[in-house]
């Protein structure tokens, strides 16, 4: 047990006696020039031609609510609910 315990204390100083990682320091370039003259592009420049999109068939839903000409109950309804 006592050996134990002993070797419990060497494990921390064990620990501390390890070389520390040296600190990586990274650098990068502060600036780049492009000189875009030098770069020289081949090709022609050309319209893709006639470009035509056909409209989208839209669909047309039926509407489940009764058409009404007038609200007017339900408007008076509401009114005497709030009076």
Same mark, same amino acid.
């Given at each position: ?17 390890? /070389? ?5 320091? =990274? /650098? =990068?370039?502060?600036?780049?020039? +492009? ?11 050309? *319209?893709?031609?006639?470009? *035509? ?6 669909? /047309? +839903? ?7 000409? *007038? +609200? ?12």
């Amino acid at each position: 047990m006592k050996t134990f315990a002993i070797v419990l204390l060497f494990i921390p100083i064990l620990t501390l006696a390890q /070389e520390p990682k040296p600190n990586i320091r =990274y /650098e =990068y370039k502060k600036f780049e020039k +492009f000189d875009f003259d030098e770069i020289g592009v081949e090709g022609e420049a050309g *319209s893709p031609g006639d470009i *035509s999109i056909s409209p989208r068939l839209r669909k /047309e +839903f039926k509407n489940k609510l009764p058409e009404r000409k *007038s +609200f007017n109950k339900e408007m008076k309804k509401a009114i005497d609910g709030i009076r």
